[in-house]
């Protein structure tokens, strides 16, 4: 069964950058879609950002685009989150996630989180102003 664990969060400035890390074990993240996903204090889930198989295709949520970039190492079984330009709106828990699907393509990208089948157990970003 796939596991993912991620880390960088922690406290930082606004205006600050953070770059998140997910590193999988007991499979390959070759075959799955990769996405990022944040729950802020009473709120729900929210997507993030996507990141196809072979890293051909991305997606961002409209709220971090332009400041927020995911990205992806097969060879290292990991997948990443470069955070730039924090604002105080950014603070949540952040949670790693993969989706596979028989109709997923090498570019495939997701921002359902109902599609995603494993996911880590959250890092914590705090940006305060």
């Known amino acids: 069964q796939l596991q993912l664990v991620e880390s960088g969060g922690g406290l930082v400035q606004a205006g600050h950058s953070l770059r998140l890390s997910c590193s999988a074990s007991?499979?390959?993240?070759?075959?799955?879609?990769m996405g990022w996903f944040r729950r802020a204090p009473g709120k729900q889930r929210e997507f993030v950002a996507s990141i196809s198989r072979n890293g051909g295709n991305i997606s961002h949520a409209d709220s971090v685009k332009g400041r927020f970039t995911i990205s992806r190492d097969n060879g290292k079984n990991a997948v990443y989150l470069q955070m730039n330009s924090l604002k105080s709106e950014d603070t949540a828990v952040y949670y790693c996630?993969?989706?596979?699907?028989?109709?997923?393509?090498?570019?495939?990208?997701?921002?359902?989180?109902?599609?995603?089948?494993?996911w880590g157990q959250g890092t914590q970003v705090t940006v305060s102003s």
């Open positions: 996630a993969a989706h596979w699907s028989p109709y997923n393509t090498l570019l495939t990208v997701s921002s359902k989180d109902a599609e995603y089948d494993y």
């Open positions: 007991g499979g390959t993240v070759s075959a799955y879609c």
